[in-house]
Every structure is written in C-alpha cells, then in structure tokens.
T-cell receptor
Framework: QKEVEQDPGPLSVPEGAIVSLNCTYS??????FMWYRQYSRKGPELLMY????GNKEDGRFTAQVDKSSKYISLFIRDSQPSDSATYLC???????????FGTGTRL | DTAVSQTPKYLVTQMGNDKSIKCEQN?????MYWYKQDSKKFLKIMFS???????INETVPNRFSPKSPDKAHLNLHINSLELGDSAVYFC????????????FGDGTRLSIL
C-alpha cells in the first residue's frame, strides 16, 4: 500500500463548477501538507501549504486537512479552462525535508 | 527571473554514456533537491543537500552522483546511462531543510536510446 493515495483521474468538469481533489495517507507522522499544480512539460508549482487541521483559503483555492481521518482535499471554485493540469498532493513529517507525493490527479 | 533553473531542458543520449544536469536557484534558499518523475508521473526524491551537505540519499544507484559547489547550485552527474534512466529529472529548493515548501524547476527530459 502506498503511503499517499490519490485518484489519478482524469477528472472532467464544466467551466464554473467546483472541483474537489482528494488524497488519503497512512503515515500519521505527516504534519505538513501541500498541493502542487503541474502543467504539461512544466515543473510542479506550489499552490497551498498547510499545517493544522481545518481550512485554508487563497483566492479560488481552499485546502482542507483532516488529520484524524488522514484525508486532505483541495477545492477549486469557479473552475476555468486554465485550471486544466495535474494536481499533486504532497506531505512531510515534522522532522524531515523528504516530501512524499501522491500520484497526481489530471483535471 | 526564473527562480529554479535547470539545464539542459532536453537530453537525448546513448546507453552507456555519462551526462550531467545543472541546477541553479536564485531564491537564497539553503536546501536543494533532485527528484525523478517516471512515465506514470510519480515524483520520487533522489537527493537533498543543505548548505552543500548531503542530507538525503535515497536508494539511488551509485551511477548517480550529486555535487553542490555552493548553496545556489546542485548538479547531477550520471555515469553509464541505462534505458531505465529515461525520465524527467526535477531540481527543487526550499528555504530550510525541515518543514518547508519546495519550489521546482521545469525539469530535464532525459531520453536514452
């Protein structure tokens, strides 16, 4: 079983819809959670960085962390064609720099 | 200005050759990384350097040797290239080595013929 599970998609939504992307993880030592967006032939671009359980909002993006369920989500409101990309979740324990990535969801 | 830049962007070479990939960051970060992204888009860390010192060395063949001449540069040298080395290699950096988000370059696409 992988440490981080992410549905690979592809996910197709109409313009203007709310998109929900999710990751589950098994290692309870993960403390910090990130979402990256990767366009084709580009490097991952950091979208959100969170620590505590709860919600964090930045523009059209909301990151949600539920440590008790080991579940994180990224919501994209008013989705646009320019949001078409692969979205990667990543997480790290509190004492290391090694990021563990999900496999990415293609939107 | 590109924050994390890698050269070359594309590298096509024969099996058995030796090649290098260079990475530079102008963010003033202390920590740099090399990742490998396979054909299924899975990103896996290979190495990490903090202030020119190796802090992460995942189970990577000895043919891969990172070198950090200074905090802003981390190069990757690969000896005796094999078909399985074909992948996209990403360089990244973070401000410190613990609990920091990482910023990625645009990758080097390595193809082995």
């Amino acid at each position: 079983q992988k440490e981080v599970e992410q549905d690979p998609g592809p996910l197709s939504v109409p313009e203007g819809a709310i998109v929900s992307l999710n990751c589950t993880y098994s290692n309870s030592a993960f403390q910090y959670f990130m979402w990256y967006r990767q366009y084709s032939r580009k490097g991952p671009e950091l979208l959100m960085y969170t620590y505590s359980s709860g919600n964090k909002e930045d523009g059209r993006f909301t990151a949600q962390v539920d440590k008790s369920s080991k579940y994180i989500s990224l919501f994209i409101r008013d989705s646009q064609p320019s949001d078409s990309a692969t979205y990667l979740c990543a997480m790290v324990t509190g004492t290391a720099s090694k990021l563990t990535f999900g496999t990415g969801t293609r939107l | 200005d590109t924050a994390v830049s890698q050269t070359p962007k594309y590298l096509v070479t024969q099996m058995g050759n030796d090649k290098s990939i260079k990475c530079e960051q102008n963010l003033g970060h202390d920590t740099m990384y090399w990742y490998k992204q396979d054909s299924k888009k899975f990103l896996k860390i290979m190495f990490s350097y903090n202030n020119k010192e190796l802090i992460i060395n995942e189970t990577v063949p000895n043919r891969f040797s990172p070198k950090s001449p200074d905090k802003a540069h981390l190069n990757l040298h690969i000896n005796s290239l094999e078909l399985g080395d074909s992948a996209v290699y990403f360089c990244a950096s973070s401000q410190e080595w613990v609990n920091q988000p990482q910023h990625f370059g645009d990758g080097t696409r390595l193809s082995i013929l």
